[in-house]
């Protein structure tokens, strides 16, 4: 069956550390990944965007990368702060133009002062 | 970036009520709407792609005649959960796509909370 997988349910770190989340997925063939943050109650709000073609992307103190040989992406905040707390979700990009996103169910992760 | 907004941002009915939940696309038109649910814990689980003047596609399992969406113009879609049951109640999420900003981002509305009584 076709799954995403996000590496753990919940992270905990200390302030001024890097985060790293996993993002695994199995039988899909993505045109794209996306990263996304959530916070409670709210909708999710756009972070990243990584083609198949593309290794790293950057944006500020957050990093991308993609490795669609092992099927997986890592997503690292560096210098995490308070304010990072949230839940990061994975999405991939299936089904050609109309690029509908399939969800992983999301890291919640915690930055402790 | 791109501003979507829902109305209500939670709503409590009584079970066997209809509830209409709107999406609109405040700083952009939007040929494309998506209605996502997603229950706690859980991932955003697509609904439904809604298209501007014609009928939605919906996705397997969710019944047509039971989420009615309807996108009447290029800033909004509504979606109406019809004789709705506590099994309904969830996190009602609408996204859109901002064709300025290259059609891959979708961009979430702050979601509705359902509860049915």
């Known amino acids: 069956s076709q799954k995403i997988e996000q590496n753990s349910e919940a992270l905990n770190i200390q302030e001024g550390k890097t985060a790293t989340l996993t993002c695994n997925y199995t039988?899909?063939?993505?045109?794209?990944l996306q990263w996304y943050r959530q916070d409670p109650g709210r909708g999710p709000v756009f972070l990243l965007l990584i083609r198949e073609n593309e290794k790293e992307k950057r944006k500020e103190r957050l990093k991308v990368t993609f490795d669609t040989t092992l099927k997986q992406s890592l997503f690292h905040i560096t210098a995490s702060q308070p304010a990072d707390s949230a839940t990061y979700l994975c999405?991939?990009?299936?089904?050609?133009?109309?690029?509908?996103?399939?969800f992983g169910k999301g890291t919640k992760l915690s930055v402790k002062p | 970036g791109a501003v979507v907004s829902q109305h209500p941002s939670r709503v409590i009915c009584k079970s066997g009520t209809s509830v209409k939940i709107e999406c609109r696309s405040l700083?952009?038109?939007?040929?494309?709407m998506f209605w996502y649910r997603q229950f706690p814990k859980q991932s955003l689980m697509l609904m439904a792609t809604s298209n501007e003047g014609s009928k939605a596609t919906y996705e397997q399992g969710v019944e047509k005649d039971k989420f009615l969406i309807n996108h009447a113009s290029l800033t909004l879609s509504t979606l109406t959960v019809t004789s709705a049951h506590p099994e309904d109640s969830s996190f009602y999420i609408c996204?859109?796509?901002?064709?300025?900003?290259?059609?891959?981002?979708?961009?979430f509305g702050p979601g509705t909370r359902l509860l049915v009584l």
């Open positions: 039988n899909y063939s993505p045109a794209y």
């Open positions: 700083d952009f038109q939007a040929t494309t």
């Open positions: 996204s859109a796509r901002d064709p300025r900003g290259g059609w891959e981002t979708q961009y």
């Open positions: 999405a991939l990009a299936i089904g050609g133009s109309q690029g509908n996103l399939i």
